[in-house]
């Protein structure tokens, strides 16, 4: 038995327990969860997700069973994943970013599914309306594509003689369309060269930044993607290596050694699917709830590696960071 299969079936030994105790406690509810990303580089997002549900009085093995699964970088398992969520009779889905939403809901018209969805999710048919949802989800929205042409302002903030910048993205991406647009029109309103480079495998972020360095990039835009918040460490030891200097979407990239982040709070997303999750298991329909969307944004900066890459902060970037980190 190989390492995915031990974890996949550790995995569902760790919900079947809970479900057989169920049986002889029907107060215990059991929710699955669903995400793109590896389990060992989400602890600070779920300790979100975990706060959300005790704000709404659930406790994770007190009055609540939590069954995890991770697709772990590959997408294309997400309906597999789902199904066996279904197969379990959850009592209701958290589904991390649009297309785990979508395979939830389309292995289930009746469990209550709140996701995280980075893309419109009317447009790509999550929910109906933001205010009225309809069907059997709802959630939060933090339209991060939509900042990408901001990151890009920042940098040239930061480097006003850049004229060739970088962008970084993963093309399995629900999002990947929406953000090569936004850098298709910052490129020529800004006047700029922007050399884009695909990534969905750790392999290829190393020939990603060898290319960006053969082509002398001045400076990187990393789009947003599960499997990147799950490279984090790796982008900022890659940055660091090619003294690169990289902007991200959240901060977490910054905590763990990027130059900066513009953007909504990933982990605070995590704790509003937590309390609609919450509010499903009290009998909230999600028809009935609107979807949220993340509208503060804030700009946080690494001095640190500001310093390791010899570069000063402007003036009118320093008075409108939120947070340094050192």
Avoid: C
């Amino acid at each position: 038995m190989n390492r995915r299969d031990f974890i996949a079936l550790l995995g569902s030994t760790a919900v079947a327990w809970p479900l057989a105790a169920r049986g002889q406690q029907q107060s215990t509810p059991v929710i699955g969860f669903l995400a793109g990303a590896f389990a060992s580089a989400a602890t600070v997002t779920v300790a979100g997700f975990r706060q959300g549900l005790r704000q709404t009085g659930y406790v994770e093995g007190q009055n609540l069973h939590i069954g995890f699964r991770w697709a772990e970088g590959r997408y294309e398992r997400f309906p597999e994943l789902a199904a066996e969520l279904v197969s379990l009779n959850v009592s209701a889905i958290t589904a991390i970013s649009a297309p785990a939403a979508l395979a939830a809901i389309a292995a289930t018209r009746t469990i209550p599914i709140a996701f995280i969805s980075s893309v419109d999710p009317v447009k790509v048919g999550l929910v109906k309306s933001f205010n009225r949802p309809g069907g059997n989800a709802t959630g939060v929205a933090f339209l991060d594509s939509e900042l990408v042409g901001k990151q890009f302002e920042l940098v040239r903030e930061l480097l006003p003689k850049a004229t060739v910048l970088g962008f970084l993205v993963n093309p399995k991406s629900a999002n990947a369309e929406t953000q090569l647009a936004t850098v298709m029109d910052t490129q020529q309103a800004f006047g700029l060269q922007i050399i884009v480079q695909n990534a969905s495998t750790e392999r290829d972020l190393e020939a990603a930044f060898m290319a960006f360095a053969q082509r002398r990039v001045a400076a990187l835009v990393v789009g947003s993607d599960p499997f990147f918040y799950s490279e984090r460490a790796v982008l900022a030891a890659l940055a660091a290596q090619y003294a690169l200097p990289a902007i991200y979407y959240d901060r977490e990239y910054v905590a763990a050694g990027g130059l900066m982040s513009y953007g909504a709070s990933v982990t605070d997303a995590y704790r509003q699917a937590g309390v609609f999750t919450g509010r499903f298991l009290k009998g909230d329909k999600p028809a009935d709830l609107p979807v949220q969307q993340a509208v503060k944004v804030e700009l946080i900066v690494n001095l640190k590696t500001a310093g390791a890459l010899g570069i000063e902060m402007p003036l009118s970037l320093l008075m409108r960071i939120n947070e340094t980190i050192e």
